[in-house]
């Protein structure tokens, strides 16, 4: 079973540019996360999908972070300005089920740093 | 607010010690558990979980974790670690009630030493 894709691994930009991560979740799940995860600390959810409509994006800072996913399967999230705090790991992670009555399967993450 | 505690957060065990992480949450209500693990390099993978049932649950490579209701604990343990347990774990929970939302602990730190 193919895991979660992300892309990229790695992304350096300046402060004030955009920037874009992709995920693509294990096939048919219907669930898909977005974290962040500073260094030091644990990942924190961002926005939660249900196929594509949004479950819970209460800690999405609204003013620079959008996240869509399309047809319920690949997800992009995007930072538009970055700040120097956004400089972080970002986790996609899927699971086959609503709910929290199953594991999640992450991917190997994005690392930004904000420059 | 629902949080995730564990308060140790970089621990040094030689080969053979036994291991004990803490995680402690705070909510009253009812909790799905996991402890997750991030080796060097990868990606975090599911350590074991607890859903209902016996409170002492185990999980892959010789870890078990004990859930007490009681003290809102769910702490992980090794009876003999290896070199290759040097790890990030990490301590989550999912509150009910909240859009299924999985809350994760800041992580702790595992270096065996030979």
């Known amino acids: 079973e193919a895991g979660v894709a992300q892309s990229p691994r790695y992304k350096i930009i300046e402060k004030r540019q955009s920037v874009a991560f992709w995920c693509n979740p294990i096939s048919g799940h219907a669930t898909l996360y977005w974290y962040q995860q500073i260094l030091g600390q644990g990942p924190k959810l961002l926005i939660q999908?249900?196929?594509?409509?949004?479950?819970?994006d209460s800690q999405l800072p609204k003013d620079r972070f959008s996240a869509e996913r399309l047809k319920g399967v690949d997800s992009t999230l995007k930072i538009q300005p970055a700040k120097l705090e956004d400089s972080a790991v970002y986790l996609c992670?899927?699971?086959?089920?609503?709910?929290?009555?199953?594991?999640?399967?992450f991917g190997q993450g994005t690392r930004l740093t904000v420059v | 607010a629902q949080s995730v505690s564990q308060h140790n957060h970089h621990v040094i065990l030689s080969e053979a010690a036994s291991l004990e992480l803490g995680c402690n949450y705070s909510y009253g209500g009812t909790v799905n558990l996991f402890w997750y693990v991030q080796y060097p390099g990868q990606h975090l993978q599911l350590l074991l979980k607890?859903?209902?049932?016996?409170?002492l649950v185990k999980g892959i490579k010789g870890f078990e974790a004990e859930f007490i209701k009681s003290k809102f604990s769910f702490n992980l343990r090794k009876p003999s670690v290896q070199w290759s347990d040097t790890a990030e774990y990490f301590c989550?929970?999912?509150?009910?009630?909240?859009?299924?939302?999985?809350?994760f602990g800041t992580g702790t730190r595992l270096q065996v030493t030979l």
């Open positions: 999908f249900q196929n594509n409509g949004v479950v819970d």
């Open positions: 992670a899927s699971s086959p089920h609503r709910g929290v009555y199953t594991e999640a399967f």
């Open positions: 989550a929970v999912g509150f009910t009630g909240t859009a299924s939302k999985l809350t």
């Open positions: 607890y859903f209902s049932g016996d409170p």
